[in-house]
Nanobody, 124 residues
Framework: QVQLVESGGGLVQPGGSLRLSCAAS?????MGWFRQAPGKEREFVAG????????NYGNFVKGRFTFSKDNSRRTMYLQMSSLKPEDTAVYYC????????????????????WGQGTQVTVSS
């Protein structure tokens, strides 16, 4: 059974930065992040395969977030910069047992495992 441990959420002022981490125990082929704001649907933030290829980002990211990985630690990181109040949400780490093509990463149903979520609040 795969377990995902998230960390790094919190309160930050507009324009600030945060780094989220997600460590996976067990074999996974891809990992990613989604987020869900109050009253809104869960949306894709970023995803990447362990085997290679660059990260894929949701349309709203626009260069503000960077998704990276540490294969030796089986950990992925989401560095978020220039944060806006509309980035306020619960951020969920996700993992897939099988490799995903880029276009399928956008769908929640493509992912097999989920973390408990970490709150990110952007407010002055």
């Amino acid at each position: 059974q795969v377990q995902l441990v998230e960390s790094g959420g919190g309160l930050v002022q507009p324009g600030g930065s945060l780094r989220l981490s997600c460590a996976a125990s067990g074999r996974t082929a891809a990992m990613g992040w989604f987020r869900q704001a109050p009253g809104k649907e869960r949306e894709f933030v970023a995803g990447m395969r362990w085997s290679g290829g660059g990260p894929n980002y949701g349309n709203f990211v626009k260069g503000r977030f960077t998704f990276s990985k540490d294969n030796s630690r089986r950990t992925m990181y989401l560095q978020m910069s220039s944060l806006k109040p509309e980035d306020t949400a619960v951020y969920y780490c996700a993992a897939a047992a099988s490799s995903l093509i880029s276009s399928s990463m956008w769908s929640e149903g493509s992912w097999d495992y989920w973390g408990q979520g970490t709150q990110v609040t952007v407010s002055s």
